[in-house]
C-alpha cells in the first residue's frame, strides 16, 4: 500500500470516526432532553397530588361537618333549630 492509499484510508476512517461521534452526540443530546422533560413531567406530578390531596381534605371536612350537622337535627341539638 503506498503512502497516498493510507492516507485516504486514515482520511476515510477519520471521516467515519467523526460522524459516529457526532450521531453519538446528538443521541446524548436528545437522551438529555427527554431526561429534563420526564424530570418537569414528574414534577407537575408530584404538584398535581399535593393539590388534589389538599382538595380531598378539604373534602373530607365538609363531609365531616355536614355528618356533625345531620346527626345533631336528628337528635333535637338546639343549636341546629331556629326560633
Same mark, same amino acid.
Given at each position: 500500500? #503506498? /503512502?497516498?492509499?493510507? =492516507?485516504?484510508?486514515? @482520511?476515510? !476512517? /477519520?471521516?467515519?470516526?467523526?460522524?459516529?461521534? *457526532?450521531?453519538? =452526540? /446528538?443521541? %446524548? #443530546?436528545?437522551?438529555?432532553? /427527554?431526561? #429534563? *422533560? $420526564?424530570?418537569? @413531567?414528574?414534577?407537575?406530578?408530584?404538584?398535581? =397530588?399535593?393539590?388534589?390531596?389538599? =382538595? !380531598?381534605?378539604?373534602?373530607?371536612?365538609? %363531609?365531616? *361537618?355536614? $355528618? *356533625?350537622?345531620? $346527626?345533631?337535627?336528628?337528635?333535637?341539638?338546639?343549636?341546629?333549630?331556629?326560633?
Amino acid at each position: 500500500m #503506498n /503512502t497516498s492509499s493510507q =492516507a485516504s484510508q486514515l @482520511s476515510d !476512517s /477519520t471521516s467515519h470516526q467523526q460522524q459516529a461521534l *457526532e450521531m453519538a =452526540a /446528538t443521541a %446524548i #443530546n436528545e437522551m438529555a432532553a /427527554t431526561a #429534563n *422533560e $420526564v424530570s418537569a @413531567s414528574c414534577a407537575n406530578a408530584a404538584e398535581l =397530588a399535593t393539590q388534589t390531596q389538599h =382538595a !380531598s381534605e378539604l373534602g373530607q371536612n365538609v %363531609i365531616s *361537618e355536614t $355528618v *356533625e350537622s345531620v $346527626v345533631s337535627l336528628s337528635t333535637g341539638d338546639s343549636r341546629y333549630h331556629s326560633a
